[in-house]
Structure formats: structure tokens, C-alpha cells
């Protein structure tokens, strides 16, 4: 009897669960490789990968009965990425190689033995280095982002039989260099697009720069062609730059999803998300049969998730967003598992006043009626309306503007002010926009004037107590990019001017 075991890992959520491979090979009528362990499909369809890259590499394939266990057995394995650990384990059965323990393989086999590219490379390498695994053998497109990871050793391998090398000759390879990526998340390309682009919108462009500096959700609301799809893509660019940590974050999430560009080591910029309003629930915030995978809310950690037309989304989509705008995180529940993705998002949402997208236009006649348009409206519930902080009149540009020559201020310029405006929320410990309860009366002390404007606006707007501590949470934004250290009337004035639609449109 010949046994040998090769360490592995899987990816449940964003975190790599190890997994040991174990091959016993015993004299006995060849049949059909056995599985257990609770393998998917994917998984034992491998059987047939592995003997052919077996063969077609030159190694064989032995005449016994071979049985392979994937423990622990009440994980459920899904996914091609044990295809590299069962072949190894299946030589070192046969005497050809040996896997050390404090080695861990991971990789899809192609029939002629060449490796794969596998999801979750860099959750799989962060895990290898939380526990003490000092060496790291992927395939090598997967290589740029688990060497992202220090202290460990990663080899990126083209072929199962360069594997088998590695671990006759070891010395003769050496790991990959630690990859940091462009610069180590140095933001995004603020040359790419510029607000100056955009002509007029002065007050739009001003709600998005308080947006970005206390990281508050916006919805814009306006006719078609007035340029809220344009401000919008634009957004990204006067955000902060990712830290290091962001980033290491946000490439896990793209890694596991399968959607991290092929090569790409760490992403240097903040994601821009922007799903069509056809989007299911699990597309929105994840799931899927087998495992549950990260949606678009996920993919869009640390960085823009844009919505265009938000009533066309089907209302439960959009009710389900309550939970990560809340709380910055999505928990998926199954029978056998719940799993929690990351989901610290900023929301920019669009959307016209009316099907038609012409009511309240001075130049263009609506032709919807006022059910029609209530209709319409009433696609959108206030407790998710309540959740979106800053609410924005986007009207059509005036022909003036639109030749003018001037487009006001550049991005780089915004991100600055934003910049030194988050500076200011850090050494405090959090973003205004997560300011918690118990220290939103201290950070937004009022005096006798703001206690008036503040009572004037709750009184008239009849504003929900959560829509007042978003008003609070916005002119502390304010008054940081004013660079002064309280809330006075002034502040809250422009707050309040940003629910201007809970007056116009949702009463």
C-alpha cells in the first residue's frame, strides 16, 4: 500500500480554508479513480484531466486502484484548483516525488499537463502566510498576485512537469520578487476623465465633491442628457488613493470572483461598478449555486458602485441593498454555510423625475400624468431613500454654459480638497458618513442658530430621524472642507439643500 498526502486550499468567501490532499494506492484491479470528501462535479470530473496530464507529461498512470480523500469532509470542494495536488499526490503514491508539508499546490490541469489559471490565488497566499506555509506553488498567471503576499515563497509554474522538477531540484528555482503593483495603489487616472469636462452643473459637482470627501452615498435626479452618466464616471477620479490594505482587499475580492485581469498583480485603482438595472438579486449582492460568489457590491469594495435609471431595478433588487449600505458587508446564508463579503462602498445612483424624464423641464412638455409619475416615484422606499445621504436636482444645462469655455474645477483639484478633508476624518478614527450615534452629538455640536435651521428643516421636510443624522453627518463634511473645526448654520443650510427632493418629489 502506498499513501501520500499534498497540502491545498479552498476559498469560501473571501478566505482560503486548507485542504489536505490524501492518495492511497493499493495492488488490486485498476478501475476509476475514487473520490471522496464531498467533491463537486468540477472536482471529479478531474479524474480524466489528471490521466491525461499524466500520461501526455510522461509520468504514467499506475495499474492500481486509486482512492483520493479531500479532508476535512464536511467542506464542500468545488472548482479546477485541485487538479495540480491530486496529480502530485498520485506521483508521490507511485514513488516519483515526495510534497513537503510545509509546501501547499494549487492549479488546473490542461490534458497535456500545462497549469491553469485558478480563482482566489491571492486569498489562498494570504491564508499560506497567516499560517506558517512557506512556500507557495501556483500557476503562473496566477503568480503577479499571490506574490503580492510577504513571507512567503511563491514559484509560478507553466507545466505539471516543471513541478515535479521544482521538487526533485529545488535550489535551481528561485521564488517570485515581491510584486506591488503600479506604485502600490497610487488612486486612479485623474487625466482620464476630468470634471472640467463637464459644462455648468456647478451645484451637482459641488454636492459630489462633499460626497467624496465624508464617502456619503448620492442620488442624482434629472432629464435625459443633463450629464449625470458623465459626473458620475467621474467620480472615482478625486477619490483618495487606495492604501495598501484597501487594495489588498479589493484584489482579493476581484481574485475570488475570477474577474482580476489576467496578469494583474495588486489593482492601484478604486473600482467603478456600474450593473445594468436587469441585475438579479444574486448578481447585486452574490450568491450562486455551490459556493456563494461576490456581487457587484463586493466588487465594488473601496470604491464606486454607480446605478443608472434606479427605478427601472426590480424593487426587491433594490430593497436588498438596505443591509450593505448600512452595515459596509453582505452575509450570505446557506444550508451548509454563511459567508460575509466586504461591501464598503460609495453609491452613485441616477434616475429622471418621471418616465418620460421631462417634469419640471422649462424647455420640454412631460407627458406623464401625476399617477403615472407617483407610479414611478413609489419604485423607490423611503427606507432606502433614507440610506442614500445626499439627494440632487441635476437640471438641463443652459446653451450659455454649454459653450462656455470654462469648466470649472479640474478633478485634480477636487481630490485635493477631498483628500485633505479625509485627513481630517482619520486622525477622528472614521469617515463622517460612518460617524456611529453615540458620537455624532459630540462631532456635530450645534449652537442656537444651527439648532434652528436643523428644527426648521426636520419640521417642514418631515424628515426621519435618520434623515436628520444624515443632514448632521453632511455639514460635518462640510465644515471639514471649510477646514474649520465645528458645524455652524451655514453648514447645515447647504446640508439640508441636499434632501431638497425629500420636499420636492417624494411627498
Known amino acids: 500500500m502506498a499513501l501520500s498526502r499534498t497540502r491545498s486550499a479552498a476559498v469560501f468567501g473571501i478566505d482560503a480554508h486548507f485542504i489536505d490532499v490524501e492518495v492511497d494506492m493499493y495492488p488490486g484491479p485498476a478501475r476509476d479513480l475514487i473520490m471522496v470528501g464531498m467533491p463537486d462535479l468540477a472536482v471529479r470530473e478531474s479524474r480524466e484531466r489528471i490521466k491525461s496530464a499524466l500520461l501526455n507529461s510522461g509520468f504514467g498512470y499506475p495499474n492500481k486502484s486509486v482512492t483520493i480523500n479531500l479532508a476535512p469532509a464536511n467542506l464542500k470542494k468545488e472548482g479546477a484548483g485541485f487538479d495540480l495536488p491530486m496529480a502530485l499526490g498520485i506521483l508521490g503514491a507511485m514513488g516519483v516525488v515526495k510534497t513537503p508539508d510545509d509546501h501547499l499546490f494549487i492549479g ?3 490534458l497535456d499537463g500545462a497549469l491553469r489559471p485558478v ?7 494570504v491564508a499560506a502566510q497567516k499560517h506558517g506555509l512557506t512556500n507557495v506553488i501556483v500557476p503562473a498567471d496566477n503568480g503577479a498576485e499571490a506574490a503580492i503576499v510577504g513571507g512567503v515563497r511563491v514559484f509560478a509554474m507553466q507545466h505539471l512537469a516543471e513541478v515535479v522538477s521544482f ?3 529545488r535550489e535551481r528555482y528561485q521564488p517570485l520578487p515581491r510584486t506591488l503593483g503600479a506604485e502600490t495603489a497610487n488612486g486612479c487616472d485623474t487625466g482620464a476623465l476630468d470634471f472640467a469636462d463637464v459644462r455648468g452643473q456647478t451645484t451637482a459637482k459641488r454636492a459630489l465633491e462633499v460626497a467624496a470627501a465624508g464617502s456619503h452615498n ?13 459626473l458620475a ?3 472615482a477620479a478625486i ?9 489588498i482587499e479589493t484584489t482579493q475580492v476581484h481574485s475570488v470572483a475570477g474577474v482580476l485581469p489576467k496578469g494583474t498583480g495588486i489593482l492601484s485603482t478604486r473600482p467603478f461598478r456600474a450593473p445594468h438595472h436587469t441585475v438579479s438579486d444574486a448578481g447585486l449582492l452574490g450568491g450562486g449555486a455551490g459556493v456563494p460568489r461576490p456581487g457587484e457590491v463586493s466588487l465594488a469594495h473601496h470604491g464606486v458602485l454607480f446605478l443608472d435609471e434606479l427605478p427601472e431595478f426590480a424593487r426587491n433588487v433594490l430593497e436588498l441593498l438596505r443591509q450593505p449600505l448600512e452595515e459596509r458587508c453582505v452575509s450570505l446564508a446557506r444550508a451548509a454555510m454563511t459567508l460575509t463579503f466586504p461591501a464598503s462602498f460609495l453609491m452613485i445612483a441616477a434616475m429622471n423625475p418621471c418616465p418620460c424624464g421631462f417634469y419640471g423641464d422649462p424647455t420640454r412638455e412631460c407627458r406623464c400624468t401625476g399617477a403615472i409619475i407617483q407610479r414611478y416615484l413609489g419604485k423607490l422606499s423611503g427606507p432606502l431613500l433614507d440610506r442614500i445621504d445626499l439627494h440632487i436636482e441635476v437640471p438641463s444645462v443652459p446653451y450659455q454654459e454649454l459653450r462656455g469655455k470654462d469648466g470649472g474645477m479640474s478633478s485634480v483639484h477636487m481630490r ?12 477622528r478614527g472614521y469617515y463622517n458618513a460612518h460617524i456611529p450615534a453615540r458620537e455624532l452629538r459630540k462631532l456635530c455640536e450645534l449652537d442656537a442658530a444651527g439648532e434652528r435651521t436643523l428644527e426648521m428643516a426636520v419640521r417642514r ?9 444624515r443632514i448632521l453627518k453632511v455639514a460635518r463634511t462640510i465644515a471639514d472642507l471649510d477646514g474649520v473645526p465645528g458645524v455652524s448654520a451655514k453648514h447645515l443650510a447647504e446640508a439640508v439643500q441636499y434632501r431638497s427632493l425629500d420636499r420636492n418629489y417624494w411627498q
Open 461 to 469: 421636510m418631515g424628515l426621519s430621524a435618520r434623515a436628520h443624522d
Open 108 to 110: 488546473e490541469l490542461s
Open 416 to 427: 485635493e480638497r477631498v483628500c485633505t478633508a479625509r485627513e481630517l476624518q482619520q486622525n
Open 233 to 235: 464616471k467621474r467620480f
Open 239 to 247: 477619490l483618495p488613493p487606495l492604501t495598501f490594505e484597501e487594495a
Open 167 to 169: 521538487l526533485r531540484e
Open 218 to 230: 448620492v442620488l442624482m435626479i434629472g432629464p435625459p442628457g443633463s450629464g449625470k452618466t458623465m
Open 119 to 125: 480563482r482566489g490565488a491571492l486569498s489562498i497566499a
